[in-house]
Structure formats: C-alpha cells, structure tokens
C-alpha cells in the first residue's frame, strides 16, 4: 500500500474513528483498532468495536492499493503534529511495518493482520428509514440525551428515544427524575413509524461527528437489532437498546396551578450561586418559593452555611413551595436558549420548564420531598 | 464587624490567601482558614499554615471594627458570583455567624474563635535584605523552580537556592539530571549576603502573587529559618529549607568539544514529536546524533513504533551522538525564548543549553547511558 494524502484529510479520517478504535471497554483486540483500507480507488479508514462502527472515505492518491490493521495509541498525537502538509503512507505487502512520512519526519510502526478486522457492515434494508439535516439531528440530540441515566442496572434509562411518527421525529430521554424531549418536523413523512432506543453515549460520539458549519442531510436506516447514520462521507452503525421505552407522553405533565416566566440568565445565575453551598450536601437540594412576583431560593450546606437570594419573576395563579435537586434545574437552564422561560407546576408535582417562544424542547423534573 | 467593600477588592484579598487557607497537608485546624481583620482602619485578610503566612490589606470601609477567623471551602466561588459590586460583610461581636450580602443574595457561614488564629508575624531584623521588582523576581523563581526535585527523600532538591552577593542575584534550582540557573543584576548591591534555599511549592505561589502588569517594588529579608517578601499591600513570609545546597558553579560544565545552533521554534516541534512515542517508554530517552550540519533525533517505544526526524542547525566543532531524557529538553526548550538556542556539549558529558543572545539563563541537563 502506497498512499499520498493531506494532513487534514489524514486527520479527518483518523479523527472520525479514533474514539471506537481506541475503545478500551473490551478486550477483543480485533475490536481495537483501525483499518486503513485503499482499494478500487477509494481510500477508506474504519473502526469497529462491539457497539458501534464507523467508516469514513477520505481523499487521496493511491499509488498502490492495500490495506493496514494498526492499533496504535500514537497515531493521531503524532499525525496531527507531522511537520508537513503532504503525508505519505507506505506499507509493503510482505512487510508488517506501516511507515507514515511527512517532511523529514518518518514513524515507524507494526500492524496487525487484516483479515482479523471485523469490518463495518453496511446495513440494506431497514424496516423504517427516513432523512434529516446534522443541524436538526445534532440538535436533537444534544438537548435530550444529557437527560438519560447513568445507572447500568437499567439499560433502557442509559438510552434516547427516537420515536419517528408521520412527519414528527422526537427524541426523549429520562432518568425517571427528570426528562427532555424535542421534536422536529420532517420535510417528508415516514412509510414506516421508527422507534429505536439509541445507547446515550454513542448519540454523544455521533453528535461530535455531525457537521454543523455547513449542514449536511443525514440518512437514518433502522433494522431491528441496529441503526444505520449516513452523512457526507460517513457511515456509522450503532447498536440499539432491547426493551421497551416507558410511555413519555404520558410523564408530561398539563395540569398546573402556578405558571411563572423568569428571566432565563438571572434565574440560572441564582441557582448557580445556590448550588455552591448545595452542590456537595446530599442531592443538592434547592428550595424555592414563589410569591409576589418573585422566587427566593434557599439552599443549605450543615457545616458551610446557608445562601439566600431572590429573582424577580412574572406569576400567573397561585403561589409555589417547591425543592429540587439544584442540578436538574442547571441543565434545563443550560439547554434553554430564549431570554425568558416559563416554569409551570403545582405543589408536589412535577415541573415543566420551557423556553418561552420555542415550544420544541420539553423539560420535566420532579420535585423532591424535604418535609 | 461591618465592612462594605467592592467585589473585586473583596476576590483579591481572598485569593491572595486561598491557596494557604485551604492548604490540606496539615489536620491542625488552627492553620487551615482565614482571618479578617478589620482594625485601626486597615482590612487585612491573612492566612498562615506550617509552611507559609500571608498578609494583605484590602480598601473598604469600616463601619464597625472586629475579626472573624473562617474555613470555608465555598467562600471564594461564592464571592466570585455574587450579583452586586457593593459587598457587605457582617458579624456581630456576640455571635458565630459571618453574613456577607451582595444584592439580594444573604450568605450565612459560621466562624471559629479567631484567638484560635496564628497571626502572621512581621520579620523585622534579617541578617539580610535587598530590592528588587516583582518582574524581575518572578522571572528568575519561574525560570528555574521548576527544575527542582519532587522527591522527599532529599529535601535540599525540592528548594530553588537564592544566592545573593554583591548586586548580583542568582537562584538555582537542580534535581542533580537538571539544573536551572538565572541571574539578574540588583540596582543596589547588599550589603551583607544572602543565601536561602526556598521551597520551590511556595515560590510558585509567590510568583503566582508577584504582579507583572505594572511591576512592583519587592523588599526581600532573611532572618535564619524565614524569608520575607514584602510587595504593594502583600507580606509573605515563607518557611526555608535547611541544609547546604551543593556548590552549583562546579556542576556548571565549561569545556565543550560540540557547539550547536540550532531553531529553537524547529528544535523543540522536533523533540515534542520525537516524545510522542518515547514518553511512555521508559525515561523518555530520545538520542541526538549531530552531524552535517543537521540533528538527526531518534525515539521509539518497543509496541509503538520508532520515530525518526531531522533539524538543520549549524555546528561548530565536532559531532555527536548523546541521548536525553525528552522531558528535560522539553523543560528547557519552553523557558528559552530567543529564535535560536545554543547546545554545547562533548561525549558523554552534561549538555550547557542557553538562548544565543539572552545567557543570563543557564541550563544543564545530564546524559544518559544507552550503551
């Protein structure tokens, strides 16, 4: 194999697939590392550990097609760092050393057999498929899956829902204390209705990968067991979740007594200063109370004090009395982008936050008992 | 105590002493916390733990006198982010409690009886003293502290040594593979001098204080086991390490068979690539091989791969092939600033690295033995 590339097209590629090929999460050596993989004229980088594969076509010259199984943990530092922009790629057939040359660097390095490497399938036909732009997916994305549980005893918890119905794609994610949904409209409704439980840090590394400088469409293919993302030169297959997501429409509450708009960076402000003391005593307790027209929040720490502090707040119906874990209220705030947000509740119930034009994005958290 | 003060005023006073009041090395609580002191018109905040006292003074105003001696972890984060310029600090004579109000925001902690506190003594009459700016001060501990020895068994290492003869001003630093030398030249010469080996954990802290915006006047005293440092509204005063530090001057080589120079922007990519795979062999070992006007630098790990890379320099004098440890080449690299350095060296002999034009940096890094 004989191959000239550009260093950021070297790195693109080797950028793309670095995190599954360096995954040390098993220990099956042929599901830890990375094919480079030349030949009919395409030059091909993949990784492939047992949740996820992905395989990404970069541009180049082949002078001599071939292929290279390399788990090296040195690669990209050194890659990235090469001292010119034209890198060569050598390997003999015979040989089991890689070269890789850029200016008057040369690294040396062995390579493992390639017909040990479980290549990346790509996956035909799938019950449901439909399209989307990165910008829409990584949205989705990135203000629903933070929701989801770390807890391994329930899998299905430590996954995000993408429930696509009609001309609606919704993902949700709960840990059973909070939850966050967000739904977007398709250009094109579904044959199918899709629904696929996505493990919520591998949504995380696809997420990383979606271009959002200039969108891109991205094909979504679900089959039973899998879920197939393509985008520009990208392909990546992820495992699914087995089991059944709990009904989310449900959880959403719609009955509320207290409804109250705040502006989002005072607010979140506050319940940072309130979350200093709170943040290391036991769940993070915050209390607030809403009364003439604004929220006073109180939080304690038994041996390093107490902080109060008000936000003035528009309230339409009743009062409020209500505690939570001051962490859920952040991460709603962080995922909410208008200037205001509306809270709506009732006492002992769960809260829906949201921001005050964009409806798209649902956050439900439930409130904690303290008396 | 009532004292109004500004925000900023308030975070320069705390985190000038945050670092040794929250210092955790030591269980004695006496020496863990912060006093505020508000007396005779002057706001002093102070700490002091077993190795280091600091003082400093901070404008406000005194609308009640009195001292509250604190150990709270969330004090600074909190007085960080307090949502007002105009900062309160309360606490009444009778009572534990010390209130500080910003805007709406109460924060309420308790306090210990600040008799409990070990103020800091002002060293009056030192064997020595002498002047210098906190530039020049901050220049020569940052240059050379940190080739000190982080290893306890030998505590003369873990010191950077301050040799103060005549208008000169020298500190060292050496963990016997390295040494770092700087010397300035005093305004006044001393008239008696000074020696004193400073533990190099409390210089970085001290330079961490030494301001370099506008560069301040520092008076340096030495009584036998305490050095003083006295700057704008700050007095240190710092616990010396005992022993003799070894005569550096004999360590500094001085006959070279091999003078290099060499880029130092193109000789330090060089080495930083070279360490890639050689950092987490065993001590690093990078060999350099000078000849023909150019260093061929050579690395390798024994499952990673070798690196193999080349610098144009000029030589003088003749060849050479010596391996360093990476790291200490790096070490020096970053604290030279010149566009070109100079290596002087023979066989087997301890490398002498300097900027070309700057030499009032010396830097000597030991050889190993590869054959």
């Known amino acids: 194999m004989r191959l000239k590339l550009k260093k950021e097209d070297l790195n693109k590629g080797l950028q793309a697939v670095q995190k599954v090929a360096q995954n040390k999460s098993n220990n099956i050596s042929s599901e830890n590392g990375l094919l480079i993989k030349a030949l009919h004229g395409i030059i091909e980088f993949q990784a492939n550990d047992y949740d996820m594969g992905i395989k990404i076509t970069v541009p180049g ?4 097609g071939g292929e290279a199984f390399i788990a090296n943990p040195y690669l990209m530092e050194l890659t990235r760092r090469l001292p010119s922009d034209e890198i060569e790629i050598i390997k003999e057939d015979a040989d089991t050393q890689l070269m890789i040359k850029g200016g008057k660097l040369k690294f040396e390095c062995l390579t493992m057999n390639p017909d040990d490497f479980n290549e990346v399938e790509i996956v ?13 997916m990584k949205d989705l994305i990135d203000n629903t899956s933070y929701a989801c549980a770390t807890d391994v005893a329930r899998p299905i918890f430590m996954g995000t829902y993408l429930d696509v119905q009609g001309d609606q794609m919704t993902m949700v994610a709960t840990d059973t204390h909070r939850l966050a949904l967000k739904t977007a409209t398709l250009d094109e409704p579904v044959d199918n209705p899709l629904q696929a439980v996505i493990p919520s840090r591998l949504l995380s590394e696809i997420s990383r990968q979606l271009p959002t400088d200039i969108p891109e469409t991205v094909e979504i293919t679900a089959v039973r067991n899998y879920l197939a993302v393509q985008f520009g030169n990208v392909y990546i297959r992820t495992r699914l979740i087995e089991g059944e ?16 708009t705040v ?27 809403v009364a003439d027209d604004q929220i006073k929040l109180m939080s304690q720490h038994p041996d390093y004090g ?15 009395d209500i505690s939570f874990n001051g ?27 949201q921001d005050k034009e964009d409806t798209s994005c649902v956050f439900v958290v439930t409130p904690m008992r303290t008396k």
């Not at 997501?245 to 109250?260: A, E, G, L, Q, T």
């Open 306 to 320: 107490t902080v109060e502090d008000y936000v003035p707040c528009h309230l339409e119906g009743q009062g409020l």
């Open 61 to 64: 010259i082949i002078e001599e």
């Open 263 to 289: 502006d989002r960076a005072e607010f979140t402000g506050a319940v940072e200063r309130a979350s200093i003391v709170a943040k290391d005593a036991q769940y993070n307790v915050i209390n607030f109370i």
């Open 327 to 353: 962490k859920f209220i952040l991460d709603i705030l962080k995922h909410c982008h208008d200037s205001e947000v509306i809270l709506k509740s009732k006492e002992n119930s769960p809260m829906l936050v």
């Open 124 to 136: 035909e036909n799938g019950y449901a498929s439909f399209t989307t732009t990165s910008v829409v």
């Open 245 to 260: 997501f709990p009904n989310y429409r449900r959880v959403i509450p719609s009955d509320f007594k207290c409804v109250v």
